[in-house]
């Protein structure tokens, strides 16, 4: 492997949603490529790559495992990757690794969400994508189509798949002519010309040889090529005419014995393309002639004839007809010959895939070259031109990528290494040397040759090799590669070096690495951009040992489970709970299930599933004209004192509109960058932020927030004219101009607006004045205007007003946003955070009696109440709280979206399913073709746990269902609903009968966990009545 040619290699991963076959098509690839490790007639049934005992018994791949295989002399790394939801995140590990993609799609189930997510993980990491048909046995046994039919199905399926990969496309070409657009002219670069390209073509074409049509299950499987080929002599036309011919409408003449469009088949003729004609007629009469009880033998004997087929007489003559069904097919057509050649042919070798990528792996840094670090650069620059060339001489520097690490027992390590030496197979220290666990590293090399014992740079995501000092050294470390191995499924094969272009496992990293790296030989190298996830772990319990003596083996088994999953999140609540935040229920049961079996090895005690809500008023966000009153009228607010008598604190609330507060949640990565005090920190988060998408994050920002509001503005009021849309979205961007800060976190879709300096000075108080800094940093208004602005208001409230409490006023400022941060974090329904409001805070201080304008600032200064500053900031907590109970507070949940399938007899149960768990349904359509039913509908977080186990035991395992995490989604229910009109209480009682509502019980529920203070009424003694006396 060390010698081989890099031309000569292939990196692929395998991709589909689940139960659409990735498996079982790699059980056939591993048996084809004759390497002894598995029997072609256990292929598809041994699942060799899912070796661990939960994926043998769910029957469902949980994390992605790579394998060597020799085809001819070609070396191909293959990567199975699961398709479930909840194991999304070793989809991407596996995409980083890879140059291309297998693509499956079921040919009776068709294109489903995860295949939508699947697509764009290979668009985003560049993959060169190849899709494979799978089931299309299903289509003749199930379905029992006509080869016509089948036809049409095949051809829609393709077509969508085309849709989903040219939306991607169309996406980044628009993206990129903005980009163009926006520059100054004659500023044109080479790099942005890339995107044009011809985007007439579909990725997809089966007469370009990139689409397979398979039945893995039989190990049978085809490319248009091959029956190209066997026809071409037969009807003497060229192989090239017949490729392009065998798809589309294109018919054989048989009189002429040409081939012709439509325009040229008779009017009256019953033709049928060429592909039905023959590609799936010749299929579906040997699937009939093997299986029919009265089925013509002739026809399979004819077949292997004609082929020259070495089928053994003892399958031939089998008893079973699937039996010689599957000795028939996959002779005539092998699926391993048909998958590998296409990988060979059309798939990139890792000299040819690396430019491609090399704009997602290591984006271009705009670095301005003071001459201080010419030579850092210059270097970085060599290193990057080596990834790009994949260069892989021994005296290029060594780049490699690790996309996770793995646990091992020690008992699979090989003990030779590779020349045949005993090997050591000793515990680095970030093992777990009494569990016997080892942890490898999935990486990639890129440039140069590894070797076992080298010594190599473990860089971080945050490493900046420009920056020197104590700051950088915690991102970047020295280790020593213990030793290298093939990767073989479970099995591991030691190796002394390896070259670019390969996938290999690294020991010796476990105390380095958490969960991803890069690898470099050399100090001066930019890490490799991040891996993008499309979910984030959102099912969260809280853990602790059954005996608390155990308390050390757990927080050691999570320190390691934390290592070797990509994906959880591990960390302590504010109760001081281990939390443990995992993708979905499959995903946790797997990490509970290794936590006792293999890392901590204790007894462990799991609490009901903690879900976060989020706290809101009522009011649509999108209706301007009553929430911009809100900001005027003074009557409407909430008021409180600090104990000392010297601050008073008004606080007003309103909403923001719904898609206003869902771009700031969901940029807050960005947001953290951009609000963050140091410079040099913002600009490279922000280049790291920057590597994907648009050029200038801020102004991106800047227009989807005013694009949100704008949306919202439209879509609240139909009536309203184009006037006084501009005058709404005027007085909102007023607003967004007053930003102070962001809550909770510095972060959050909640907004501190800063006070009008109007109302500054009543009597002898003065008002903390505020500054609008975030937004100036968000470009709402320039960042030298917000100081002036900042200081002309400071200076206005300070007319009058001593010297000292000027002073006090400003100084104090930070107490506002403190209180502020602290009231966003923790609402006062059930101290859940608020979600989508903005805060003006008034908050005037009084001067004390002994102050002059000699005296110092009182701020730290102690009175009998505390310290003034932090009785400032719990006065403002306690006001925004306030404020908000005022305003009719409501919940507000996550949401899932949902895809089921169900057969249509089961309807009625899965309906009745979805009602329990209050979910709403948004369309219902019937699979064309199929007795299928798609049925989406948002399901709230909290009723999704034991969802898909009371789906399957309703409709006897006949219904399948899938969750995203989808938005947030206010509930209408008012938590303190008492009855006031006639027709409430007719309805409800008069009020102490009335039973809480969802929301209420989901609020208590949520205070009960946290001891917090709930309004029960406690019954005791309720068998009998007290005050009868009791006869004996």
Not at 69 to 90: A, R, T, V, W
Not at 234 to 244: P, W, Y
Not at 291 to 312: C, H, R, T, Y
């Amino acid at each position: 492997m060390g010698d081989s040619d890099c031309h000569k290699i292939r990196n692929i991963c395998i991709l589909a949603h689940v139960d659409h076959g990735k498996t079982t098509l790699a059980d056939h690839l591993i048996a084809g490529a004759g390497s002894g490790l598995l029997h072609p007639k256990q292929a598809g049934r041994l699942r060799f790559m899912d070796y661990l005992d939960e994926e043998q018994r769910r029957a469902i791949t949980m994390k992605s495992s790579s394998i060597a295989l020799k085809y001819g002399e070609y070396n191909i790394n293959l990567i199975d990757s699961p398709g479930h939801m909840d194991f999304c995140s070793e989809v991407s590990t596996a995409a980083r690794l890879s140059d291309g993609a297998l693509v499956l799609v079921d040919a009776v189930e068709g294109v489903h969400i995860q295949t939508h997510a699947v697509l764009r993980q290979a668009w985003i990491e560049k993959l060169t994508p190849c899709l494979v048909l799978n089931k299309i046995d299903r289509l003749i046994l199930e379905l029992k189509l006509s080869p016509m039919e089948a036809y049409n199905r095949l051809q829609r399926i393709v077509h969508e798949v085309n849709g989903i990969v040219s939306a991607y496309k169309s996406e980044k070409y628009l993206s990129d002519v903005d980009s163009i657009l926006s520059l100054p002219t004659g500023e044109t670069g080479d790099e942005n010309q890339e995107f044009i390209e011809d985007d007439e073509e579909d990725t997809f074409q089966p007469q370009n040889g990139n689409v397979a049509f398979a039945c893995a299950l039989d190990g049978w499987g085809f490319c248009i090529g091959e029956f190209a080929d066997f026809y071409a002599s037969k009807l003497g036309a060229s192989v090239t005419a017949l490729q392009k011919a065998l798809w589309g409408p294109r018919y054989y003449n048989s009189k002429t014995k040409m081939i012709v469009g439509k325009k040229g088949i008779s009017g009256g003729s019953k033709a049928r393309p060429m592909f039905v004609q023959f590609v799936l007629e010749p299929l579906w009469q040997v699937y009939q002639a093997a299986l029919d009880s009265d089925g013509n033998k002739a026809m399979l004997e004819k077949v292997i004839k004609s082929f020259n087929l070495s089928v053994p007489s003892r399958e031939f003559q089998n008893k079973d007809p699937k039996v010689v069904l599957q000795a028939v097919m996959s002779r005539w057509l092998p699926l391993s010959n048909t998958i590998l050649s296409m990988v060979v042919r059309c798939m990139p070798d890792p000299i040819a895939a690396q430019p491609i990528r090399i704009a997602r792996l290591l984006p271009k840094r705009e670095v301005v070259d003071n001459g201080t670090c010419h030579d850092v650069l210059a270097e970085a620059e060599h290193v990057r031109k080596c990834v790009e060339a994949c260069d892989s001489s021994p005296e290029a520097p060594c780049v490699a990528f690790v996309s996770k690490m793995f646990a091992v027992p020690l008992k699979m390590l090989p003990q030779r290494g590779p020349h045949g030496e005993i090997m050591s197979n000793f515990v680095e220290e970030g093992g777990a040397s009494d569990l016997d666990e080892y942890f490898l590293a999935f990486a990639r090399i890129f440039s140069g040759v590894l070797y076992s014992g080298q010594r190599i740079f473990v860089l971080s995501a945050l490493y900046d090799p420009l920056k020197g000092g104590e700051g950088m050294q915690k991102h970047v470390q020295e280790a020593e590669l213990h030793s290298l191995y093939l990767m073989m499924g479970q099995g591991l094969k030691p190796v002394a070096s390896v070259k670019a272009g390969n996938v290999v496992a690294i020991r010796g990293l476990g105390q380095h690495i958490l969960k991803s790296a890069t690898l470099s030989s050399t100090r001066n190298c930019w890490p490799f951009s991040s891996m993008v996830f499309q979910v984030s772990p959102t099912l969260r319990v809280a853990i602790e040992p059954s005996d608390p003596a155990d308390m050390g083996a757990l927080m050691r088994g999570l320190r390691l489970l934390n290592r070797a999953d990509p994906f959880v999140e591990v960390n302590v609540s504010a109760r001081g709970e281990q939390v443990l935040a995992a993708a979905g229920e499959v995903h946790l049961e797997r990490c509970i299930k290794d936590l006792k079996e293999r890392f901590a090895r204790v007894k462990i005690e799991v609490s009901p599933p903690l879900v976060s809500y989020k706290e809101t008023i009522e009011g649509e966000g999108s209706n301007p004209p009553e929430n911009l009153n809100v900001l005027t009228d003074s009557s409407e607010y909430a008021e409180k004192m600090t104990p000392n008598g010297r601050c008073v604190i008004r606080v007003q609330v309103m909403k923001l509109p719904p898609a206003l507060a869902k771009v700031l949640d969901e940029s807050s990565d960005l947001l953290g960058s951009i609000i963050e005090l140091k410079p040099e920190q913002r600009s490279r988060s922000l280049e790291s932020l920057n590597a994907t998408e648009d050029d200038n994050p801020i102004e991106a920002l800047k227009k989807r927030m005013v694009d949100a509001i704008e949306s919202d503005i439209k879509s609240g009021s139909k009536e309203i004219d184009s006037d006084k849309i501009e005058k709404y979205k005027n007085l909102w961007l007023q607003i967004l101009q007053r930003i102070w800060a962001l809550g909770p976190r510095q972060v959050g879709p909640n907004i501190l607006l800063v006070p009008d300096s109007k109302g500054g000075v009543i009597g002898s108080s003065i008002l903390i004045p505020g500054s609008s800094l975030v937004s100036g940093r968000l470009g709402f208004v320039d960042v030298s205007c917000a100081k002036t602005m900042e200081k002309d208001t400071a200076a206005k409230a300070g007319l009058g007003a001593s010297h000292a409490l000027y002073m006090e006023a400003e100084s104090l400022a930070s107490s506002v946003v403190s209180g502020f941060q602290l009231a966003t974090a923790a609402g006062p329904l059930c101290d859940e955070p608020m979600w989508g409001l903005a805060f003006l805070v008034e908050a005037n201080i009084i001067p004390s009696g002994a102050q002059t304008d000699e005296s110092e600032p009182s701020t730290q200064q102690q009175d009998q109440y505390g310290i003034f500053a932090g009785q400032v900031m719990t006065a403002v907590k306690d006001a925004c709280r306030t404020a908000v109970l005022q305003k009719k507070p409501r919940l507000v949940e996550a949401m899932y979206f949902c895809e089921l399938n169900t057969p249509t007899e089961y309807l009625g149960p899965m309906y009745a399913v979805l009602s329990r768990r209050r979910a709403r349904v948004l369309k219902e359509e019937m699979q064309e073709g199929s007795p299928l039913f798609t049925v989406h509908a948002y399901v709230p977080v909290t009723e999704s746990f034991g969802f898909a186990d009371e789906l399957r035991r309703w409709t006897s395992g006949a219904s399948s269902a899938l969750l995203v995490l989808s938005h947030w989604e206010a509930l209408l229910e008012d938590p303190f609903f008492v009855p006031k009109t006639e027709e409430e209480i007719e309805e409800f009682g008069d009020g102490a009968s009335v039973l809480p509502n969802t929301a209420r019980k989901l609020i208590d529920a949520v205070r009960r966990r946290k001891g917090l203070p709930v309004e029960d009424k406690v019954v005791q003694h309720a068998t009998k009545q007290r005050t009868l006396a009791r006869k004996v």
